[in-house]
């Protein structure tokens, strides 16, 4: 969860560390620390909180070097303070990490028995220690560090610097995500490609178990038996520009209104629009020949697995399961020969969702992924991947990433239900037409903006929110639910509507918002029923629906959204909207941190 930058070169790094961090920020926000080499000594400075109040103290202590590691963190081992922030040192040794190391107690122990003296609670002092004691038995950085790797039990990310050494940087990987980035008598470490676009556009991505050596001059490659091995340089489209806010006032506002255009360029990789069809590529799987889906990932993308589940089975009659990724492995489920274990993440490094993917892959099932980065360690370890093409995603809180998902898994539900002969010709180019209206659509809905924010300001005050639908937007719920909760603060909870007589309805009060997403359709009059059952009991309904849902219902809410009547089969991608939107104005009102919500982060690499 933490990000990680290093810069080896000639010029002075501290402000490019500096302004790595910022668009690594997304990743952690606990704590962050920058450190360098000064006349062969290493220099450090670090501030307990966000990026600012580092760049505060590199302003009035300021920081020199031609080598440096940066870090912002999001705590694990150790509580958020200066003494516990990145990097940790010692007189020879400076290092920043992400990830845990689980047996960094037995080391510790070790180590203090041998007369090394401890600064923090953290895990990361242990290998700081660990690579010392190995140096003290006259090793070089390199041979230190190959052998502290093979002490250490489970996942990191590490970029280390050697007082006395400008010429040398190392950093290895495993379990999380690390990238080298090449450039004219400069070389670069990241969590990602998104810290080193303004830097380089040449990426290499770090394989399980590498580590790397850098000078100014280039790299090379070790894989976990420290052989020298090479790794593909890969040209990056990523650039500043793309990560910057724009007009916008935070980077999920900007996500939001995104969603027409990336939803459009989605769906322009896997739809022919003349013919109506899907067509994806080839995943060396046949879609009509799948015993059993098993469908894993976590927080929002679980919830688009959900809708993918709804998908499958109406429209394809294809079995599917789905799981939350840090649940299945520990459930040991039996799993069919044959099978497909479908896995969804937006960064492709979820820690969680990759362990399910390895035990499905033990299990014999053919690994299909559907990932924002197709360079990730999720991409990498799959049999084929689709990719969504959100762009980077910044906000903590999943915004386009969740609706390219949700685009792609339609995609992938029509192929899987025309391989089957679950629908003929003329029902797969209805329905692909319904996909392609979406961007317009989408567009149409994000002019409701301003009532929105109307809708928001009466629910700001709110201690609970409850969230009801049904059917293919129950997800949605949740989802909505999610989003409100995990930037504003206010609890909420999703419920499939039917449910709401089995406990929920205890809840409601007038104190109490009830958001009901009901578009008029098959399962419309049953919402119906729920939401005069709200009403009855006094409480304030919010009511998403089209304009026929809202001739027939709206007088029952305080506060409706009209959006455009479509087909059942894409209702769930256009009805993400309205709900994104109100968590977002929600929590503008209460003022608190959108982008960066408390104790969050963007990538989650540990379990």
Excluded at 149 to 167: E, P, S, T, V
Aim: glycine content about 8%.
């Amino acid at each position: 969860m933490c990000g990680i930058i290093g810069i080896i070169g000639e010029a002075p790094v501290t402000p490019l560390l500096l302004d790595g961090l910022k668009r690594l920020e997304y990743r952690g926000y606990d704590s962050a620390g920058i450190a360098t080499l000064r006349n062969g000594s290493i220099d450090r400075r670090r501030a307990e909180g966000k990026l600012g109040n580092l760049a505060g103290v590199v302003e009035r202590q300021p920081l020199e070097g031609t080598i440096g590691i940066g870090h912002t963190r999001w705590a694990t081992h150790g509580r958020p303070t200066e003494q516990n922030a990145h990097p940790h040192a010692n007189g020879r040794v400076a290092l920043v990490h992400n990830g845990i190391i689980e047996n960094f107690k037995e080391l510790r122990g070790e180590l203090e028995a041998a007369g090394h003296r401890f600064e923090t609670e953290t895990d990361t002092e242990t290998v700081v220690h660990l690579i010392s004691d190995y140096l003290d038995q006259q090793m070089t950085p390199q041979q230190a560090v190959a052998a502290t790797l093979k002490r250490l039990q489970g996942a990191f990310a590490l970029a280390i610097i050697f007082a006395g050494r400008h010429d040398l940087m190392i950093g290895a990987r495993r379990g999380s995500p690390l990238a080298v980035g090449y450039g004219d008598g400069e070389m670069f470490l990241g969590s990602d490609a998104l810290a080193l676009a303004p830097l380089t556009d040449r990426i290499c991505y770090l394989e399980e178990g590498d580590w790397v050596e850098l000078t100014k001059a280039g790299a090379q490659v070790h894989d976990a038996e420290d052989r020298v091995v090479q790794r593909e340089v890969k040209q990056t489209a990523l650039s500043g520009a793309m990560i910057g806010k724009g007009e916008y006032r935070h980077f999920m506002q900007k996500e939001i209104f995104e969603q027409p255009a990336v939803i459009g360029d989605t769906l322009q990789t896997f739809l022919n629009p003349l013919n109506r069809n899907v067509e994806l590529p080839d995943l060396g799987i046949d879609l009509s020949a799948i015993p059993r889906i098993t469908i894993s990932a976590c927080g929002t993308a679980f919830y688009a697995g959900m809708v993918a589940k709804y998908w499958f089975e109406q429209i394809a009659r294809q079995p599917v399961e789905v799981d939350i990724a840090s649940e299945f492995r520990y459930r040991e489920a039996p799993m069919p020969e044959g099978g497909v274990s479908l896995f969804i993440s937006q960064s492709g490094e979820t820690i969680d969702t990759l362990e399910a993917l390895r035990y499905a892959k033990r299990c014999g099932q053919q690994i299909l992924s559907l990932v924002n980065v197709a360079e990730s360690a999720i991409a990498r370890e799959s049999h084929a991947i689709l990719q969504t093409l959100a762009g980077p995603e910044i906000g903590v809180a999943s915004t386009k990433a969740f609706t390219t998902q949700l685009t792609v898994l339609a995609c992938l539900a029509l192929a899987t239900a025309r391989a089957r002969g679950a629908i003929d010709k003329d029902r797969e180019a209805a329905l692909s037409q319904a996909l392609m209206e979406l961007p317009a659509q989408v567009a149409e809905v994000l002019n409701h903006d301003a009532s929105i924010r109307v809708i928001a300001a009466d629910m700001v005050e709110a201690r609970d929110v409850l969230y009801l639908a049904r059917g293919l937007l129950y997800p949605i719920a949740l989802e909505g639910a999610l989003k409100l909760k995990e930037i504003s603060y206010i609890h909420a909870e999703g419920y499939a509507a039917g449910e709401m007589k089995h406990g929920p309805i205890a809840l409601i009060d007038e104190d109490v918002p009830i958001v009901v997403c009901a578009p008029s359709g098959p399962l419309f009059e049953k919402s119906a029923a729920n939401v005069q059952e709200v009403a009855a009991r006094g409480g304030k309904v919010i009511l998403l629906s089209d304009a026929e849902g809202l001739r027939r219902i709206g007088d029952q809410a305080v506060h409706v959204v009209e959006l455009p009547q479509v087909d059942p089969f894409v209702s769930p991608i256009l009805y993400c909207l309205p709900v994104q939107l109100l968590a977002y104005h929600t929590a503008v009102l209460k003022g608190t941190d959108v982008d960066q919500p408390r104790n969050l982060a963007k990538a989650v690499t540990v379990e």
